[in-house]
């Protein structure tokens, strides 16, 4: 008598070995996009304590790569004029002066684009806050009251 296995063992095997990977290949996908939200939560909070850590240090704004290592994906506009945060070409976060004198009076805008094409960029929003983030921040300068 021979040793090895039979064919329908085999097939019981590869179907077995299917039926998982259908399973543990969304659950891949899905991780993917969670850690793809974890790191754009945390570069968007990083950016906004940097921004604000330049603007007490010199007094005005500059260029995001100036005022940040977070990476905006090419970006490279100043406050005045306003730069966001990219996901899958996707502007997921705006960040632009609260007015015409953002140089003087230290405040940037943080707002969500009201329309976004990209399911990463809806969870980063939601994760973000509305009411945590969405806000003019005020830095440094003159007009900091304690």
Known sequence: MKKGFTMIELIFVIVILGILAAVAIPKLAATRNDAKVAAAVQDVTTAINDIGAYYTAQGSFGTNKEM???DMNGTDNNVTTGFDYMIDSQACVNFKSA????SKDG?????????TGSAV??????????????KTYSFGGRKVKF
Do not use: M, Y
């Open 107 to 115: 405040k940037i805008t943080v707002s969500f684009p009201s329309a």
């Open 68 to 70: 940040t290592n977070v």
């Open 121 to 134: 960029c809806g969870l980063v929003q939601d994760n973000l806050g509305a009411k945590d983030i969405n």
């Open 99 to 102: 007015d015409v004198n953002a």
